[in-house]
């Protein structure tokens, strides 16, 4: 399992796409779905562990995405291990408010504003091209960490005052405390 801490500096890093499809990138990518269920995450990005390449891991468990005010339904996007390399956001439709998680800043959950459905092209692990249509919490977890990789991280999504309020609030702390929550984190 990769350490989640101590790489707040490659957060803002904008990440390089991914050339070479060998041995070594599958097993990194078998690396990040093994740290990123084991830390209690729907969603990973390869900066958040410290490597600046456009590498993402995802697996909503249909469970735990139910940290929405009304219910959820089953959607042929839970429960699936899915690996974005190089992903493009193609479209985008709608909005949606949820509040969001994330790995790197464990105790703070807000509302994001996010397009309803985006289209996503990508290749997998092995260079093979495939696109998805997402929705619901998989839409919001997909531009969370397309954003992760180039760079922007959710509290940047926020008010200004925010933003700058959680950054006070951790340069003061050195680093911020494991939160009691069980919101869903990506
Ligand atoms: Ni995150």
Known sequence: MRSLSGLQKFLETKSAPVTVFDDKLRAFVAD?????????GIGLAANQVGVTTRVITMLIPWSKSRYAEQEEKKEEWHDVKYTFINPVITKKAGKIKYQEGCLSFP???DFVDRAAEVWVDAVDEFGKPFQ???NGLFAVCLQHEIDHIDGIVFINRMS?????????????????DISEKTAAKA
């Open 132 to 134: 998805v249509h997402a």
């Open 32 to 40: 990040m779905h093994e740290t990123m269920v084991e830390s209690g």
């Open 107 to 109: 105790e703070i959950f």
């Open 160 to 176: 200004k005052l925010k933003s700058d309020l959680i950054r006070k609030k951790i340069s003061r702390k050195g680093k911020l």
